[in-house]
């Protein structure tokens, strides 16, 4: 029998030091549920990105404001849920950081990044309209038979 979904929100405060804490719950998350090192590293680099972009464009650094990271395991997959209390943006307008002309730029890489280093990653709005981030990895182990106790070897 697979172990029922678990589920962790978490208010971050619009400041910077949310974006270590975040990167902190998300690797132990990562580590427990047994993603190796370098996928764990992935993903807290992934949260770190979605959490800065909450905190400067979607809050744009407003105190009264709050980041909501939203964490869920179930058998199959780690999903993290950042959203924030800003206005929303259209990710069709966002360069493409690999076309040529943007190559040089040295930011508007975090959106790249966690597409690249996650599964799954979609943008949606909450319905009071800010950003409402959603990416999820495979587990390492999802998939895989559920060996019965009783087996030898
Ligand atoms: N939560 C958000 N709310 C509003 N706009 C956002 C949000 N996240 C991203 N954006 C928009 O998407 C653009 C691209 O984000 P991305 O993280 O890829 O690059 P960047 O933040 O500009 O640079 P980098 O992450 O490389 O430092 C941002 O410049 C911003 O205009
Ligand atoms: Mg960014």
Known sequence: MSSPPKRAEITLETQIESVDLAEDIALRVAAAAG?????????????REAVINAHNYGNQGQKEKKIRLIIELDPEK???????????????????????????RTSGRGLFLMKAFMDE??????????????????????GQPVKSPFERN
């Open 35 to 47: 993603f190796s090192e370098d996928d764990c590293h992935r993903i807290g680099m992934s949260v």
């Open 121 to 142: 990653m979609e943008i949606h709005r909450t319905p009071q309209g800010g950003t409402d981030l959603v990416m999820s990895k495979r587990l390492p182990s999802a």
């Open 78 to 104: 780690l999903t993290l849920r950042v959203q924030d209390q800003g206005s929303g943006f259209d990710p069709a307008s966002v360069p493409n950081p690999c076309q040529e002309e943007n190559l040089l």
